[in-house]
């Protein structure tokens, strides 16, 4: 039980951060995903390095299909690097039509004021648990130039 209590606030974080990332940022377009719309968007970093690229699983799977992709293998945590180096990451909370590219190390800050708040109740008299976990925090954008969105338009 707790731990998909965990999964449903990992995943309300992780879209307040998806959110932040797209806000702001002025799309290029492809007509459809390719490798050369994937390279173009790591070519349009020109003061930092897209060293991630935040896709949807099914565009991830669609990346992992591609030729240039045969010889990629994923390490032993499980994560999977591009030929040109950037990791492939994952999440639900991205359209499909969205490829976020970012610099992990200028792009998004996470601020906090609290740990995790854990409180539980027992109600006795109806044998009942009660669990409440909350998380206090948000993201700020550091750096819009670290920060590159490619939508795919067909």
Do not use: H, W
Request: aromatic share 6%.
């Amino acid at each position: 039980m707790l731990s998909g209590i965990g999964v449903k606030l990992a995943n309300s974080v992780i879209a307040n951060a998806v959110s932040v990332l797209l806000s702001g940022a002025v799309p290029t377009s492809a007509a459809s995903l390719s490798y050369s719309a994937i390279t173009s968007l790591y070519g349009q970093f020109r003061d930092f390095d897209m060293n991630a690229l935040i896709v949807s699983p099914a565009v991830a799977a669609q990346i992992l299909a591609m030729t240039q992709m045969l010889e990629v293998k994923a390490d032993g945590m499980g994560r999977i690097a591009l030929p040109f180096g950037a990791q492939l990451v994952k999440t639900p909370q991205i359209a499909d039509d969205t490829l976020v590219g970012i610099d992990k190390d200028f792009a998004l800050e996470f601020i906090s004021s609290s740990d995790i708040i854990m409180e539980t109740d027992k109600l006795i008299n109806r044998q009942l648990d009660s669990i409440s976990i909350s998380i206090n925090c948000g993201f700020r954008k550091l750096t819009p130039d670290a920060v590159k969105v490619l939508k795919i338009t067909a």
